[in-house]
């Protein structure tokens, strides 16, 4: 997902919030002493969310944004502060996966019932463009396209996997 789409998410709802921002400008593929040379903890465990942010296209983020409202909707009928903390935001076999650690076991379910129904949602909205789509299983990657992302994913070749800038020639 693109920086400009994460942003808006950790604008609007806190708990989205990426509360060690500055480590997602560095790729250090478990180089210890390159995190301490730039001044990071390497007693923290980063998450995958940390450190990439939002692993799948732009198209989802009406998908992600309508889980993060039905989560404060949720936890505001219960008069409770949210305690969801995003560990990881991806796509996976075309569906739209939220992992999470919480607080809360209270709304533990509640959470893990709001992201099954925003995963089986996922399928039907495309991963570029956010149209109406369908998981296609024939290309490389198994993913929901609608019908003009998908032709301008196979005009572009095989080597044009995801990239969400490319979709936009």
């Not at 296609?136 to 019908?147: A, F, G, Q, S």
Request: include cysteine.
């Amino acid at each position: 997902m693109t920086r400009d789409f994460e942003q808006r998410l950790q604008n609007e709802f806190e708990f989205m919030r990426n509360k060690n921002e500055q480590v997602r400008h560095y790729n250090f593929s478990g180089k210890r002493e390159l995190m301490e040379a730039v001044g990071f903890d390497t007693e923290i465990k980063y998450s995958r969310y940390e450190i990439y942010g939002c692993e799948c296209g732009d198209g989802w983020y009406e998908t992600i944004r309508g889980l993060c409202l039905d989560i404060t909707a949720a936890y505001d009928e219960k008069g409770l502060e949210i305690d969801v903390v995003p560990v990881l935001i991806k796509e996976k076999f075309g569906e739209f996966r939220f992992y999470f650690d919480i607080g809360s076991s209270d709304m533990k379910n509640t959470v893990k019932e709001l992201a099954d129904k925003y995963r089986k949602l996922s399928k039907s909205v495309c991963a570029y463009c956010g149209g109406v789509g369908y998981v296609h299983k024939e290309l490389y990657w198994v993913i929901p396209l609608c019908d003009g992302c998908y032709s301008k994913h196979i005009e572009g070749g095989p080597e044009r996997l995801l990239r969400t800038k490319d979709m936009e020639k």
